[in-house]
């Protein structure tokens, strides 16, 4: 089944740990996506990749860092300098390079840091 | 901001009956989405409607789009209480992105 998987599902870190989120997706697509999510509200763009090896920031980039060494994976690191990474993370991917299509959704990860 | 709001930001309705959300926008769009997300989950695409379109079905969903109004609304017919779920409004225009709104949460009672 073609889909995009986000691993883990929750996950706790201590202040001023770098932490890292994976997600994949099997789809084929050639855009990935960043989103945050807070409690209540809508979705806030963090990066978003349109081809290997090229990302852009979104809205909300500061603290966080992503690479797009294959087509397939789209790792966002949440680092010491984003002062309140506490949050519901979502990856997305939709074909072609229009951020603006359509986008399949995984599952998210929750980060809890104390 | 174009951001897509969302009315009401909570609905209560009992299972086989009809739910409508709203969604307004302050600038002019190229095509507007409905997701939904179930409680900590990712959100599930439902239906797009273009700048062109009117009006738009997809099973038990009415997608209405008026761009004059800049407003769109989600017309859920006879709705089950799997149909629970924050239903969410996205609007794509200038500046190659989407912005999301903050969403609809929908209860529906057995």
């Known amino acids: 089944d073609g889909g995009i998987t986000q691993s883990p599902k929750y996950l706790f870190r201590k202040e001023g740990q770098n932490v890292t989120l994976s997600c994949e997706q099997n789809?084929?697509?050639?855009?990935m996506y960043w989103y945050r999510q807070d409690p209540g509200q809508g979705l806030r763009l963090i990066y978003y990749?349109?081809?290997?090896?090229?990302?852009q920031k979104g809205d909300i980039a500061e603290g966080y860092s992503v690479s797009r060494e294959k087509k397939e994976s789209f790792p966002l690191t949440v680092t010491s300098a984003q002062k309140n990474p506490t949050a519901f993370y979502l990856c997305?991917?939709?074909?072609?390079?229009?951020?603006?299509?359509?986008?399949?959704f995984g599952p998210g990860t929750m980060l809890r840091v104390t | 901001s174009q951001q897509g709001e969302e009315d009401p930001q909570a609905l209560s309705i009992q299972e086989g009956e009809n739910a409508t959300m709203n969604c307004s926008y302050k600038?002019?769009?190229?095509?507007l989405q409905w997701y939904r997300q179930n409680s900590g989950r990712g959100l599930v695409h439902l239906i797009l409607?273009?700048?062109?379109?009117r009006e738009k079905h997809s099973g038990r969903l009415r997608v209405t789009l008026d761009t004059s109004k800049k407003s769109s609304s989600l017309l859920i017919t006879a709705s089950r209480a799997a149909d629970t779920a924050s239903y969410f409004c996205?609007?794509?225009?200038?500046?190659?992105?989407?912005?999301f709104g903050a969403g609809t949460r929908l209860a529906v009672h057995p």
């Open positions: 997305a991917s939709s074909p072609g390079t229009r951020v603006t299509a359509e986008m399949d």
């Open positions: 789809l084929n697509h050639d855009a």
């Open positions: 990749s349109q081809i290997v090896n090229d990302f």
């Open positions: 600038t002019s769009i190229n095509n």
């Open positions: 409607i273009r700048s062109n379109e």
């Open positions: 996205v609007v794509s225009g200038g500046y190659n992105k989407l912005i």
